[in-house]
């Protein structure tokens, strides 16, 4: 697949991970757990190319100098997103959060959006817009083109699991989005399940099948 912002995160500690996560037999506690751990793993991985804000600091020895972040903001796609937050939230805890709501239409697999409560200063962000599964790519189209609409210019998408179909249609509807994910799975189902994959987000965060 020849998608030049596509970040696939090559680590053996991120596929041990995202064995146990996708393995059917996961429980709830655990899948919260490592989606914690890998959302973080792609939040450093994101970080690489933020441009930092320097200041001076005092050591208890001397000046020296510090960086410290531009604004972030970082979008969690309900409702599977929540599952990555506090991943996030470890590495950059000052950051601002907003939510989108968004569920799949099950027959026609578009996205439908029922919530959006964005932080006020996207313009000048650095956005990081989580969701785990980037299937059809429908979902995450949608959102970060809300996510434009604020005038935010700087914008990355992390997700645990992509399918090739979904990667392509993000890069071609927004090719200014570099896009992280802990896995690239195969293909998707005649349903828009992403195989292998690991089902339904939402409800192997949330308990919920
Ligand atoms: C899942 C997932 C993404 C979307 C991906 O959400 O969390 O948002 O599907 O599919 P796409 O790339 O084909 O758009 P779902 O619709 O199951 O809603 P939920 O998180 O509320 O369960
Ligand atoms: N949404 C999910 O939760 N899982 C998939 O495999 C595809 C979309």
Redesign the pocket.
Known sequence: MNVPNFCLLDNPLVKNKVSLLRDKGCTCDNFRKLATELSAFLCYEACKDVKMIPYKLETPLEETDGVRFPPVAFVS?????LGMLSGALRCIPEASVGHI????NEET???VKYYCKLPKNMHESVVFVM?????????????IAEIKKEGAKDIRFLCLIA?PE?VQ?LYKNHPDVKIYAASLDRE?NSK?YILPGLG????R??N?V
Do not use: Q, W
């Open positions: 796609i309900l409702r599977a997103g709501g968004m569920f799949r697999l578009e996205p969701d785990p599964m980037l299937a059809t790519g429908g979902s995450a189209c949608d959102a399918a979904g249609k998707l828009g339904d987000a939402g409800d965060v949330f919920t």
